[in-house]
């Protein structure tokens, strides 16, 4: 069964570096998202991403963040200056097309120390 | 925003106990969608249930969604130690959010 893929399952940082958490789509999905969740709390939408383009996007998504879809399978989130705060775990989902299933990844875990 | 609300936060039950937890949500939605979480894993799909559908099931899962009241509820029969995890109601406002919960957690007893 075709799933989302993300890539490192855990990654620890040192603050103030950039990191990259990727994700491979399901194939021939058209609708991409990362969402983060801390330890405990909510799942909190971060950004969507249709048509090569950010479609929507959280407060939470400021100019530290970035995505980019580099080569038609890969989906990366990227943050430039982690923070403390920045710890959490990060899903990426996808889906075919409006009005469908969302699948999600089993996460990153990232910690920033 | 636009965010489901489930109720209660925790359920504990025995096994082979039917579990009940509701999702009370704000505006207009174009689907709903319930997920399951493990502790510290990934978020698995469980069921989609469209704004024109008024029940749907899926195994020992039932799904309600009364657009009049904004509201879902996800009933899973017969539990199992195996369902123990967080469950999520994700409501769709537009093709670029889903709006997640608080989640309910239950502890299914052996």
């Known amino acids: 069964e075709p799933e989302v893929t993300q890539t490192p399952s855990h990654q620890v940082t040192q603050m103030g570096q950039e990191v990259i958490l990727r994700c491979v789509p399901i194939?021939?999905?058209?609708?991409f998202y990362w969402y983060r969740q801390i330890l405990g709390q909510k799942v909190e939408f971060l950004v969507s991403?249709?048509?090569?383009?950010?479609?929507?996007k959280s407060e939470i998504f400021d100019d530290q963040f970035s995505v980019e879809r580099p080569d038609g399978s890969n989906f990366t989130l990227k943050i430039r200056s982690t923070k403390l705060e920045d710890s959490a775990m990060y899903f990426c989902?996808?889906?075919?097309?409006?009005?469908?299933?969302?699948?999600f990844g089993q996460g990153t875990r990232l910690t920033v120390v | 925003s636009q965010q489901g609300e489930e109720d209660p936060q925790a359920l504990s039950i025995q096994e082979g106990e039917n579990a009940t937890m509701n999702c009370s949500y704000k505006?207009?939605?174009?689907?709903l969608q319930w997920y399951r979480q493990n502790s510290g894993r990934g978020l698995v799909h469980l069921i989609l249930?469209?704004?024109?559908?008024r029940e749907k099931h899926s195994g020992r899962l039932r799904v309600t969604l009364d657009t009049s009241k904004k509201s879902s509820s996800l009933l899973i029969t017969a539990s199992r130690a195996a369902d123990t995890a967080s469950y999520f109601c994700?409501?769709?406002?537009?093709?670029?959010?889903?709006?997640f919960g608080a989640g309910t957690t239950v502890t299914v007893r052996a």
């Open positions: 989902a996808s889906r075919g097309g409006g009005n469908t299933e969302a699948f």
């Open positions: 194939s021939n999905h058209l609708y």
């Open positions: 991403f249709y048509n090569n383009e950010i479609s929507e």
């Open positions: 505006t207009s939605i174009n689907n």
């Open positions: 249930i469209r704004s024109n559908e």
């Open positions: 994700a409501t769709d406002e537009s093709d670029y959010k889903l709006s």
